[in-house]
């Protein structure tokens, strides 16, 4: 069975940095993208980051960029978020997703994304 698991929200001051897991089983993390999104109250869920599967590259909101860092350790089967200098406006909910196209890319919308997490709540106060 596919699963994945969030864990490592929380509630931190701006400024402060977070570290994200997902843990994932059924699959090989290193066989597939994972993408982690963030969804605040009334707002659609949006893409943060993702890493391929196909040569490891990496990609980043605008937002988020130079603040937050994608990896994965394939040992455990988990890819990380880490996530720097947090803003009150980063508070959302945080999701993984692993996508099982045949390119092993990185898809540009949530709905090309075929397993989600559960999410992790990430509250940045100010």
Aim: glycine share 12%; proline share 4%; with cysteine.
């Amino acid at each position: 069975e596919v699963q994945l698991v969030e864990s490592g929200g929380g509630l931190v001051q701006a400024g402060g940095s977070l570290r994200l897991s997902c843990a994932a089983s059924g699959f090989t993390v290193d066989e597939h993208a994972i993408g982690w999104f963030r969804q605040a109250p009334a707002q659609e869920r949006g893409g943060v980051s993702c890493i391929s599967a196909s040569d490891g590259a990496t990609s980043y909101a605008n937002s988020v960029k130079g603040r937050f860092t994608i990896s994965s350790d394939n040992a455990k089967n988990t890819v990380y978020l880490e996530m720097n200098r947090l803003k009150p406006e980063d508070t959302a909910a945080y999701y993984c997703a692993a996508s099982f196209g045949t390119m092993k890319t990185c898809p540009p919308t949530p709905y090309q994304y075929d397993y989600w997490g559960q999410g992790t709540q990430v509250t940045v106060s100010s």
